[in-house]
């Protein structure tokens, strides 16, 4: 058996353990308050003329919940940036790759914010938009706005593949417990493999909800984002993972 000794945990790397658990929190608050709690209830599902009047009655609620868009994606590019400190040591160049998958993943939900502040302009009546007629514009809303779920969709598998990299620098390092690595390596692979299926075979969505894409792997980075934020990286794990 050959056993290969990994450098000492540093400062920087707890501090960015930290940061990165924070973060990992910090993402669940903002898509619930942002997806679930502010933009869904003015989302009238089949219903363009419905929705634009809910938009139109709380512009200041809809703009909250882009704004609580942005911020995810901010708040996910100090998480790569966090993470990358921590596995640096470990693997420099999957440390990386997991930040570029998460980055992409970061941009799609700008793209996202993009296609709901058109929805709003579109609605409120714009002097320009004067000469189109208000159930037309209603439906061209309502497009951008399903458009923030392929945003989702096709980031989803980035969002999946940096998991699934970060999950496999958790079981080598030893940073974490080794079961809950293994499940976050499993949880993630899932994400990856509904996520491709679900774009070729939009029929997926029938066997399986689209919810149990990514909760499984959600649940796993709550649970170390908690575990971050109490226990830190764990030093004594660290010379065994490699084992």
Known sequence: MIRI???????????????AGISFLLSMVIVVLANYLLLSP??????ATETARNIVAHPTQFRIAVTGFLFYSLNSIVLLAALYVVFKPI??????????????????WLLSCLNLLS?????????????????????????NIAGTFDDYYVGL??????????AWLWLKSGYIPRKLSIFGVIASAWCVF??????????FQKPVNPYWFDSPMALFELIVGVWLLLKGLCPSGADAAAR
């Open 157 to 166: 598998p980035f969002f999946g593949l940096a998991a699934t990299v970060w």
């Open 194 to 203: 509904s996520a491709f299926v679900f774009l070729i075979f939009p029929g």
């Open 5 to 19: 000794t990994m450098g000492q945990i540093d400062q920087s790397q707890q501090t960015a353990a930290k940061i």
């Open 91 to 108: 693997n420099q160049g999957l440390a990386l790759l997991g930040s570029l998958f998460r980055l992409v993943f970061a941009m799609l």
């Open 42 to 47: 003015l989302v009238v599902p089949r219903d």
């Open 119 to 143: 929805a709003l302009r579109l609605v409120t009546g714009a002097g320009y938009l004067q000469t189109f007629e208000p159930e037309r514009l209603q439906v061209l809303a309502r497009v």
